[in-house]
């Protein structure tokens, strides 16, 4: 039974809470680092130097720290993948971009794991709703000046490369479209928990703030992954539903008959989803192409890989990533590393079932790695260790 918030009061503006919205932000507003690191690492580093400060031992567990392990033995494989792709001379590349991401997301996993394991269900919810509303208050403020015609702010761009693209303080709009891509299921999960009217209309404007802003982005990645996952959330809800019916047989029929109807009136939705997914931006024709490369690649070193580095492109070893974050890892750290991700991704998917809104913002996370390389996507990382222990808590596990 999942745990209620009755009586319960959420910590809304704690230190702790702000300094991790705004490193959420900071991790997207790429255009406002200094080289690698910007606002986002130094307050991860500020995190993670007070954890380790305040363990006098500090005990590693799979359930704990699944993520963590995942990193350790992810590093491992890379670097068998570097000595065998460099031996053989296969495809040399620079990896010291790679490795410092990969190192720098460990660090990520270990410091809020640590967190988040000693937190209860209400803190946790707490910070979710914190980074759900402040967060779209915040990126919806940016969005109302970009609806302004205003296309820099304070000398940085609120656009991609000079384009009508919304991709506020973003090289990449993808970096910034990762904070937004679960909210609107998140948002729907609040809807369920919250018990004021009040929040509850705030809760559902800020789920069309966030699809208008994910729409503005044109990532055609975006949009698929979130297609999909509305798809599975409705034949989620209406199996759930038809479980609850179990009195009545002709209830069952009649709703399994309107579900096999909206599958099939869906149809059409679905190959419109994978049309855009291929068509509807500039790198998406060339996906057949660079992910066709991008087994090429793998097969030079099934096993272990070729070590971190790009792989892919219109070519083999066209310098480019595979544009799917299991083609990367594969090319990366071959099967093993395969496996790895598997076993990851399953414990995610296994861990967060009991909660339909949050399996839900987990696949939109998992489906727009299927259109590019998200490895290296901190948000991202964040997002996972928050549902994971969310959902652990809830179900009072932990």
């Known amino acids: 039974m999942e745990t209620t918030l009755i009586n319960q009061k959420y910590v809304t503006f704690s230190v702790q809470n702000i300094l991790i919205l705004v490193m959420m932000l900071f991790f997207g507003f790429t255009s406002l680092r200094f080289g690698m690191y910007g606002l986002g690492e130094l307050i991860l580093l500020y995190f993670c130097i007070v954890q380790l400060a305040g363990q006098q031992t500090i ?14 033995f992810y590093l491992s494989f890379v670097t068998f993948g570097y000595v065998v792709n460099t031996l053989l001379s296969i495809s040399p590349q620079y990896v010291s971009f790679d490795y410092k991401a990969y190192v720098v997301l460990l660090f990520l996993c270990f410091t809020f794991e640590q967190v988040f394991k000693r937190s209860d ?8 709703r914190f980074i759900y509303f402040w967060g779209l208050f915040i990126v919806g403020t940016l969005y109302f000046v970009y609806l302004l015609g205003i296309r820099s702010l304070l000398g940085f761009s609120l656009t991609y490369a000079g384009s009508n693209i919304f991709s506020p303080f973003a090289n990449d709009y993808h970096q910034f479209a990762y904070f937004v891509a679960p909210l609107p299921f998140i948002g729907l999960y609040i809807i369920t928990k919250e018990k004021s009217l009040l929040n509850k209309m705030i809760a559902f404007f800020g789920i069309l703030l966030s699809i208008n802003i994910g729409l503005a982005t044109t990532s055609s990645t975006l949009v698929s992954a979130w297609g999909v996952a509305t798809m599975c959330f409705c034949v989620l809800k209406a199996s759930e539903f038809l479980r609850k019916q179990k009195s009545s047989f002709s209830i069952n029929i009649a709703l399994g008959c309107f579900l096999l109807f909206f599958l099939i009136i869906g149809y059409g939705k679905v190959i419109l989803f994978v049309q855009n997914f291929f068509h509807g931006d500039t790198n998406g024709e060339n996906r057949l192409i660079i992910w066709g490369n991008a087994i090429k690649a793998w097969l030079h070193s099934p096993i272990f890989g070729l070590g971190p580095g790009s792989y892919s492109g219109t070519f083999v070893f066209g ?19 395969g496996i790895l991700y598997i076993l990851l991704v399953s414990k995610l998917l296994k861990t967060t079932r009991f909660n339909t809104y949050i399996l839900c913002a987990v696949i939109t996370l998992l489906m727009y790695g299927f259109g590019i390389n998200d490895l290296r996507r901190t948000v991202l990382w964040f997002y996972y260790i928050l549902f994971y222990f969310l959902t652990l808590k809830s179900k009072g596990e932990m």
């Open 121 to 128: 269900f209400v803190n946790l919810y707490s910070l979710l």
């Open 59 to 72: 005990q590693v567990s799979l359930k704990n720290h699944v993520f963590s392990v995942f990193w350790i």
């Open 319 to 337: 310098g480019f990533e595979a544009h799917n974050t299991f083609l990367q890892i594969l090319t990366q750290a071959g099967i093993l590393g």
